[in-house]
């Protein structure tokens, strides 16, 4: 069974500079998360889907973050413009929600931001 | 606001030695879940548990849920180099189903 497929991998870019992420999730997951993670720190949860509809947004910054999962599937994370404090890694998980959540992690994206 | 605390916040042992990473909260927890993450990886599940009191046995690893599942341990016996990572614990509430919230992790050094 094929994992969660993130890209890219690495990314460094300019502050005021935009930024997009991509995640697939694996097949059948309903559940989709992304999470930015500060080196040594636990994830923080930015977004939670369930199909193609926003559960949790409360911790986006939303001034200059937005994210979308077209047709329940795949997602992409943008920032614009981007800031020196957004360097971090961005972690893309899904799960199968039955009675309790396993999330399986993508590799994450590293983003910094110059 | 849930919160998961972990303690310690790192942790460096020579090979042999056993050691225990706790995750604590306020908060009941429907589910709690220990990941493991290597540099420049994603974290992966070790185990989930979903009772108060439960133990779980992973090879070397124990993990233990408490009785009021408001906390959880994560006992390592025998540590060795490819032990080293980051430890997380994960907690879902009843009322937030799918939400996972995350403690602030372990870094683990096991020096040969």
């Known amino acids: 069974e094929a994992g969660v497929a993130q890209s890219p991998r690495y990314k460094i870019i300019e502050k005021r500079q935009s930024v997009a992420f991509w995640c697939n999730p694996i097949?059948?997951?309903?559940?989709l998360y992304w999470y930015q993670q500060i080196l040594g720190q636990g994830p923080k949860l930015l977004i939670q889907f369930q199909n193609n509809g926003v559960v949790d947004d409360s911790q986006l910054p939303k001034d200059r973050f937005s994210a979308e999962r077209l047709k329940g599937v795949d997602s992409t994370l943008k920032i614009q413009p981007a800031k020196l404090e957004d360097s971090a890694v961005y972690l893309c998980?899904?799960?199968?929600?039955?009675?309790?959540?396993?999330?399986?992690f993508g590799q994450g994206t590293r983003l910094t931001v110059v | 606001t849930q919160l998961l605390e972990q303690s310690p916040q790192f942790l460096s042992i020579q090979e042999g030695e056993n050691l225990t990473v706790y995750c604590n909260s306020s908060s009941v927890f429907s589910s709690l879940q220990w990941y493991r993450q290597e540099p420049g990886e994603g974290p992966v599940l070790l185990v989930t548990v979903v009772t108060g009191g439960e133990v779980k046995k992973l090879k070397r690893l124990t993990f233990q849920f408490g009785d009021a599942r408001k906390d959880s341990s994560l006992h390592i016996t025998a540590a060795q180099p490819g032990d080293t990572g980051l430890y997380l614990c994960?907690?879902?509430?009843?009322?937030?189903?799918?939400?996972?919230?995350f403690g602030q992790g372990t870094i683990l050094t096991v020096h040969p």
């Open positions: 998980a899904s799960s199968l929600y039955e009675i309790y959540t396993e999330a399986f």
């Open positions: 994960a907690g879902e509430t009843g009322t937030s189903y799918g939400k996972l919230t």
């Open positions: 097949s059948g997951h309903a559940t």
